[in-house]
C-alpha cells in the first residue's frame, strides 16, 4: 500500500467490544447491525466480516447495491434490505438471497409476479408505517397485506418491522403511540412464532427499557456515533473510528496577513501556521473553517480561514508543531478529545452525516 498523508483509523477491538456490550443488554433478542452507507463510511466489508464472526444475526443495508457487494465478497448471514426496490431489481433480490422489504400492496404484487413466472420463492420482511411516515403501510392496510402474503406460496415471511421517528427524544408521545399502534397490529394478526418482529434501533435501545422485540437494528451504536449523551448502561460504548492526518506545511506569518480563500481570517499578530492535507474533497466539511479545531501534541489548536478543497490551515501558535507531526481530526490525542458529535454541532447537523461525508479520498486503515 502507498503511504498516506491522512486517513481513517478503525478500532476492531472496540468494534468487538462494542458488539459485546450490546449483547449483553439485549439478552434473548436477535443482533442486526446495519451496514449502509458503506457501514456509515467505515467501510462495508471489513465491517460485515467482523460481524460475522461475532455475535451478529443480521446484517441490513438500504438497497440491493450493497447487498450484492455483501454476497460477492461472501458474506454469509441474512441480509435485510431496509429500504424499496424497483421491479427490474427483484431477480437480483432473490438470485443474492437478499430479504426484500415489502411496504405495500403494490410491491408485493411485483414481487409475486416475478416469483409466480419464475417458480421462485423469496424472503421477506412486511414493514409498517406506524408514524416514521417514510415508507411502510398502513396499520389497517397491513392486516389484509399480511393475510395475502400468507396465502401466497412464494413469500417466506421472515420479519415485521417498524421504524420510529423520533426514540432519540425519550418523552416525544409519539413514541408511545408508535409502538402501541405496531403491538395492537400485531395482536390482530397473531405472527407465526418464528417470525421475527423488530422496531428498536440505537435510540430506541439507549432511551426505553423493555420490550425489545426479537430483533434489534443498530449501527450507531455499535460503531459509537450514537448522537445524543449515551445512558450509563452504554457508558463503555466507545467510538470505533479517528479521522487523523499529518502536519504537511509549516510557516511563520506577520501580523495583518490573510490566509486562504476569501480572507475570512485576517492574523492578529505574528503566527506560526500550519497546513493539514484534509478538505472539503476529503468530505471535512467547509462548516468548520474558522470554527474547528484540531488535536496535535495533545494541544487543540484552531482552524483559521476557509478550509479548502484539499488543505486547511491551523494556528499553532501557543504552542509547538512541525512538519510530519500526527493531527487528530476526530479523536483521542494524549488526554484530549474532539468528538464526532462537537464537529457535528458545529457543522449543525448530526454526528451520522458527520461520518457518513468523508469519501474514499481517505482510506480506512483498521487496527485488530
Ligand atoms: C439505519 C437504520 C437503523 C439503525 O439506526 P441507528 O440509529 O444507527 O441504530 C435501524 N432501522 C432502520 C430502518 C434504519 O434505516
Redesign the pocket.
Known sequence: MLNYSSWIEIDLKQLKKNISLVNSYLKDSLLCL?V?ANAYGLGLIEIAKVAENEKVDYL?VANLMEGVKLREANIKLPVLV?GTFHEDQIKDLIDYDLEITISSFFKAKLVQDYCTKYNKKCKIHLKVDTGMGRIGVKPITAISLHKYLKDQKCFIIKGIFS?LACADQKDHPINTIQTKTFDDFLSKIQPDKSTILHIA???YLCNFENDLKDMV?????PFGCYSKDLPEKFKNIKPIFSVKSKVSYFKIVGKDKGISYGYSFITKAKSQIVTIPVGYGDGYSRSLSNIGSVLIRGKKYPIIGTICMDQFMVDVSKGDAYIGDEVVLIGRQKDKEITIREIADECKTIS?EILCSFNERLPRVYKD
Do not use: E, I, V
Request: glycine content about 8%; charged content about 15%; overall charge positive.
Open positions: 446495519c449502509k441490513a431496509l421504524h434501533n440505537s435510540a437494528r443498530l449501527g450507531a451504536l451520522y
